[in-house]
């Protein structure tokens, strides 16, 4: 019977190994989410209304990565390993291992953004409108790091993509791959609605409230058959989860943000040419 159905395809975790040097598909899929973020954000670059010139890219994605890193794995580790930092705080360091917050990594880059805003002399929001649409494809990236890694899977299923995954404690029964779900929903779709919503000028405060609300939506639906940290299990009714519980204020700042967004009906880049201090 197990012939007949998918079977995860068991991935190496190492991708190059040199000596005792090893790097590890999940952190290559970090640095090609910023490769990508970094084109097209130069991309983005070419619309002169936006305000934005390639090297302000590279100088925002430079804030954006260390803000990813940093809040990504405290936030795991605070939000999903609390005992485990307790026992052993070197363990925050091991991001090979996998671990990283999504929430974590939002809170991270809002710092770094809002750093790089004063630097730049920018409003908070003109940086955070710019890179919304940058996210989503590093996001599916991520979410490719954790399928190679045969991590994160969802609860059991019969439905004919449905997968086998090899790790023990997955049972041997074919799972919702919810990996592919949210780098699908979170990844691609949402970069799609993003991109063709900032092609024309919008209001300050209105990509990053589609984006919140985008990503709250996509992680809640997968969160229903994503098997949570067996560490914590369910919350509440047997499917509420942590990842739920982080994500619904996301979606309601995000319908906050769009709604002040439609009131106030500030252009885009009202202050991004004029008055700008130098890094």
Known sequence: MISRMLLHPNFDPVAI????VEVHWYGLMYLFAFALGWWLGRIRTRDAWRGWSRDNVGDVLFYVALGVVVGGRLGYMLFY????????????????????????????????????ARSHGRGFFEVADFIAPLVPLGLAAGRLGNFINGRLWGTPSDLPWAMVFHDPRAGGVPRHPSQLYEALLEGVVLFAVLWWFTRRPRPVMAA???????????????????VPDAHLGYLAFGWVTMGQVLTLPMIAAGIALAVMASIRREPPTPASTRGRRKP
């Open 17 to 20: 190994a040199v000596g005792p």
């Open 81 to 116: 390993d609390f005992e485990r930092l307790l026992a052993h705080p070197l363990s925050v360091f091991m991001i090979w291992r996998g671990g990283m917050s999504f929430h974590g990594g939002l809170l991270g880059v809002m710092v770094a953004m809002w750093w790089f």
């Open 208 to 226: 990053s409230g589609v984006f919140l609300i985008g990503y709250g939506l996509a992680r809640t639906l997968v969160e229903l058959v994503r």
